[in-house]
């Protein structure tokens, strides 16, 4: 029997809270689409992967393109610019498609695999800057953020109970994945070899997004895990927990509704203040390093560290998130953020590489951090069935937050590596100020802990 004719024959039902808020329970997830919901988490982690080399080592690889088409830095870094707004830009209409039925995820990730390849095309072979802008910087970031909030929305949808850690493991793929093309393009590539360097890793990286994008496929609306009761506190002591200092949506707010609540702009804001630092930290760690007189080879390896820690601090503080609350842990990776920008600064300007590291670390580890809070903050305010669409509207941030690389160069010019590290951290603190007026909408005047009032069976 295939996958649809379990589909098919399978019964659901659907129950309410006293919220108003309905669940579709009865379904498994082997049920719906014939695997464990685990490789959902898996499969996106991959596609995450597949595009992070675009923004985490793409700084690695300025020198070589500035000697081989005489690209000027600043447009280099403009580039890099243009590809974050891009990102961003598509979120949004990407989600309100996916949610219409209109762009299946599959199709989405096929579209991403497609820009991915041409914009490290473009990296190898445009022969005006120009072109280079529009294949890596506009479809190139079209495509990303076509992945992107694919994958990161795609394992929210599937495990809606305890949704922090796993958010977290996926985004995490956004930062891993540039590890090894960082020591690539910084200590292997060259004038000499780069065109032939960025087409293998084009072609790796889309087949990776096109073969993990393949398998993907979104729960039905309203659905919740079989084994889990959303009328009563679950048996699981994961789900228990995170239930508790994480509780649902009280309904499945549309974009309108969710903007009207305030917290849309708050979080918009938030995210905008943390990803530009975040993004100015990946544009300028390997110069205020090699200012410093640090070795070139050191630089990398700090900015390795970097992308490993960011990627491991997305998943680490996504479980935290679960054990003891979203917004609290939100409050911490905003102060870490800002305070290890001054960090840099201090181990740059006595030139102790040790602590060098330690801050890039720390830096990476707040950088990576926010992301999944905000994705999963999202889900958790307005549910489940609209989040690609609200949190597109979260995530379009980055329209502003890329200014990070282009303005951040104008910053440097203007003011020097520490004028602007301090602005950065400064940035990041504010926003932890702001983010202490977070709340869920709906809850200030209802309880937390739903009473059951079914609404009925119905066949499915």
């Not at 695999?113 to 005006?128: D, E, F, I, N, V």
């Not at 203007?414 to 932890?432: E, K, P, Q, R, V």
Request: glycine fraction near 12%.
């Amino acid at each position: 029997m295939t996958t649809t004719d379990v589909t098919q024959v399978v019964s659901y039902r659907e129950v309410t809270d006293r919220n108003g808020r309905v669940y579709r329970v009865g379904e498994s997830d082997i049920d719906i689409m014939g695997r464990k919901r685990k490789w959902m988490v898996i499969l996106p982690w991959i596609g995450m992967m597949g595009i992070s080399s675009a923004e985490y080592a793409f700084a690695s690889a300025e020198d070589t393109l500035h000697e081989a088409h005489q690209w000027s830095s600043g447009s280099i870094y403009w580039m890099m610019t243009v590809w974050v707004f891009c990102q961003a830009a598509v979120a949004f209409p990407a989600g309100r498609l996916r949610e219409n039925g209109k762009l299946p995820a599959r199709w989405a990730m096929m579209l991403g695999s497609a820009g991915t390849l041409l914009g490290y095309l473009s990296l190898a072979y445009a022969p005006h800057v120009s072109l280079a802008f529009i294949g890596f910087g506009v479809f190139s970031g079209m495509g990303a953020g076509m992945v992107y909030a694919t994958c990161v929305n795609m394992v929210g949808k599937w495990y809606p109970e305890r949704k922090g850690g796993k958010t977290g493991f996926v985004n995490g793929g956004f930062a891993y994945g540039s590890v090894p093309f960082v020591f690539i393009f910084h200590g292997y590539m060259d004038g000499s070899n780069f065109r032939w360097v960025l087409v293998a890793a084009g072609v790796f990286l889309a087949g990776t997004v096109a073969v993990a994008g393949f398998y993907f496929r979104d729960p039905p609306k309203n659905w919740w895990p079989a084994t889990v009761d959303p009328l009563n506190p679950p048996d699981d002591p994961r789900a228990r927990r995170s239930l508790e200092k994480n509780p649902p949506a009280v309904k499945q707010y549309s974009p309108l509704e969710a903007w009207r609540t305030g917290r849309v702009a708050l979080m918009w804001f938030c995210l905008a203040c943390t990803s530009g630092v975040n993004i100015f930290g990946i544009a300028f760690q390997v110069d205020i390093g090699e200012d410093a007189g640090f070795a070139a080879g050191i630089v990398a390896t700090a900015m390795s560290l970097k992308a490993i820690v960011n990627g491991t601090g997305r998943g680490v503080i996504g479980w935290l998130s679960d054990l003891y609350g979203r917004k609290q842990c939100l409050l911490y990776v905003c102060a870490i953020l800002g305070l290890a920008q001054f960090g840099i600064i201090w181990s740059a300007e006595i030139k102790n590489l040790p602590l060098f590291l330690v801050f890039s670390a720390i830096s990476g580890f707040g950088g990576g951090a926010i992301f999944p809070m905000f994705a999963a903050l999202t889900a958790d305010y307005f549910g489940e069935n609209n989040n690609a669409t609200n949190y597109g509207m979260v995530y379009s941030s980055k329209l502003v937050s890329g200014l990070g690389a282009g303005m951040g160069s104008v910053v440097v010019a203007a003011w020097g590596y520490n004028g602007a590290f301090t602005l950065a951290g400064c940035i990041s603190l504010f926003a932890g100020i702001v983010a202490l007026f977070l709340s869920p909408p709906g809850r200030e005047k209802r309880r937390i802990t739903p009473n059951p009032r079914p609404l009925g069976d119905e066949a499915g």
